[in-house]
């Protein structure tokens, strides 16, 4: 009898103990101000969890900022991060097409690679909403101009002309470069990371284009036979490059619960890749400019499969 009591006693003991120690680790006050953003994620993505696509998209507006609690101060920090890790990224180019580390093709084309993928990953840092694409698509917006302005001779920069054009002619960056600035500034304003169009207008046009040509230049013995002047190995490259890379980034934007991704999201992908890569093998790229031939045909394609 005096061991059934004394058992319950501590029963009834470690039962206050357990309570006491919980309401410290479970107590309803509010969570550290470091730790809220964080939180707000996880119990924002636990809300949106087997919700339809077209619900997902209204609802991220309630997502919250990353910086602070003011979500204008919090996008101009994201946008100093984000500003400052593209301008090192220039600067990297720059320095390298100055020393003629890489042949100017290539060093080309690794700004084109790395570029917008490297902004695309900074998009979480800014807010939901269309004050979250406006500030971002600022970053870009600011290349535009210093393309305008380094095309039309007002502003001299060589080793910045040398990094992105093919000859090294100043006039080259009214075409490509600028093409390449505009598609990224209109992917933010426009579709943002909340649609896969986005997603695959940017990867085609950085991952894939760029690897085509890389690829093609090194690999590319057989040529295509409506067009002599591209390969089927950088046809191919650029397909899977393009569609590697949307498949990562929807991986890493339904991470932060901007997208829902689905089986049939990746086959989306993978048809505005082969389409794009058949638009960019196409003589009329060559005579427009793939950088603006290839994100027209991933944003048109997309609408109808993504």
Request: proline share 4%; hydrophobic share 45%; with cysteine.
């Amino acid at each position: 009898m005096a061991s059934t009591i004394f058992s319950l006693s501590i029963t009834v003991k470690s039962n206050s103990i357990f309570k006491s120690g919980s309401s410290l680790f479970f107590s309803n006050s509010a969570p550290p101000p470091y730790s809220s953003y964080f939180l707000n994620r996880f119990k924002f993505g636990q809300q949106l969890e087997g919700k339809p696509r077209t619900r997902l998209r209204r609802q991220l507006t309630s997502s919250v900022a990353m910086f602070s609690e003011n979500p204008v101060i919090s996008d101009f920090i994201a946008t100093a991060l984000s500003g400052g890790i593209a301008l090192s990224l220039l600067r990297l180019w720059e320095e390298t097409a100055k020393r003629g580390l890489f042949d100017q093709k290539l060093n080309r084309k690794l700004v084109h690679v790395t570029i917008g993928l490297a902004f695309m990953l900074c998009w979480p840092m800014f807010s939901s909403g269309r004050q979250g694409a406006a500030i971002a698509a600022l970053i870009p917006s600011v290349n535009i101009i210093r393309m305008l302005l380094l095309g039309l001779g007002i502003w001299k920069h060589d080793a910045t002309v040398k990094s992105m054009s093919r000859f090294g002619d100043h006039r080259e960056l009214l075409k490509g470069p600028l093409y390449y600035a505009s598609t990224i500034t209109l992917a933010c304003v426009i579709y943002w990371r909340t649609s896969p169009i986005a997603i695959a207008a940017i990867c085609n046009l950085c991952a894939g284009d760029g690897l085509a040509d890389i690829v093609g230049r090194r690999f590319g013995s057989h040529k295509l036979p409506y067009n002599r002047d591209k390969s089927i190995v950088g046809s191919i490259a650029m397909a899977m490059a393009g569609f590697l890379a949307s498949i990562g980034y929807m991986h890493y934007f339904s991470s932060f619960g901007y997208v829902q991704e689905s089986p049939e999201m990746v086959l989306g992908f993978f048809i505005v890749s082969l389409a794009a890569a058949l638009i960019e093998s196409h003589p009329l790229s060559t005579e427009l400019d793939d950088n603006l031939t290839v994100p027209l045909a991933s944003v048109l394609v997309g609408s109808f499969v993504l």
